[in-house]
């Protein structure tokens, strides 16, 4: 069933890894991302840099280089420096790396639209507002340099978004990093359709 609206409070018990979930994104409260996640999209976050690192070289390869290293910091494997990311509105900007079959792209950098990052219990929700392609999702506690983001892909038309697991096909997994002093990136390695890393870059509104 689809969560397009909030249908009710569950109340977080008294154990540190259990939060409130007012928008049932996730199937259960908590805060560690591996109670959720299935195994191939931990697989994907555990391979994310040599997926980054194959995509960026794709596009390269592609004819692209220019563009890559006009990106700075965004398109660097190793540019994050560590710090959450603030609730707030956003200029969120995507770019496709890596094309995932013949007559795609190796390049694809679209205008920027409106994102949000929200507080959810205690965890953040971030969702893409605009756009034929829509990441909504919970953000996870990661390590130092990053945050987790599980979540799922709203198309088209569609007023809501899946919960995160009802279609593997959906599915969107990423970490948010800050790469400056004001700039943070969503990277999601392997996403389904079209390419084989997608980055958004975050900016504050």
């Known amino acids: 069933m689809r969560a397009a609206v909030p249908i009710a409070l569950v109340i977080a018990a008294s154990a540190c890894n259990t939060i409130t979930q007012?928008?049932?994104m996730v199937s259960q409260p908590t805060l560690a991302w591996r109670d959720l996640a299935s195994r191939h999209d931990e697989e994907r976050l555990r391979e994310w840099r040599k997926t980054f690192v194959d995509a960026v070289a794709a596009a390269r390869k592609g004819g692209h280089a220019t563009e890559v290293a006009a990106e700075g910091a965004l398109l660097d494997p190793d540019a994050a420096?560590?710090?959450?990311?603030?609730?707030?509105?956003y200029n969120c900007r995507l770019i496709k790396?890596?094309?995932?079959?013949?007559?795609m792209l190796d390049f694809v950098a679209y205008p920027a639209f409106r994102c949000r990052v929200s507080a959810e219990g205690r965890l953040q929700k971030f969702a893409k507002l605009t756009g034929s392609q829509r990441q909504v999702g919970l953000l996870f506690p990661g390590d130092a340099m990053r945050e987790v983001f599980l979540g799922s892909l709203a198309?088209?038309?569609e007023q809501g978004a899946m919960q995160y697991?009802?279609?593997e096909m959906r599915n969107v997994v990423g970490y948010v990093e800050r790469i400056g002093a004001n700039r943070w990136r969503l990277i999601m390695p392997k996403p389904h359709f079209e390419s084989q890393m997608d980055v958004m870059e975050l900016v504050p509104a």
């Open 81 to 89: 420096i560590g710090g959450p990311i603030p609730n707030g509105d």
């Open 22 to 24: 007012p928008t049932q």
């Open 97 to 103: 790396l890596g094309a995932k079959g013949q007559g």
């Open 155 to 157: 198309l088209g038309d």
């Open 165 to 167: 697991g009802q279609d």
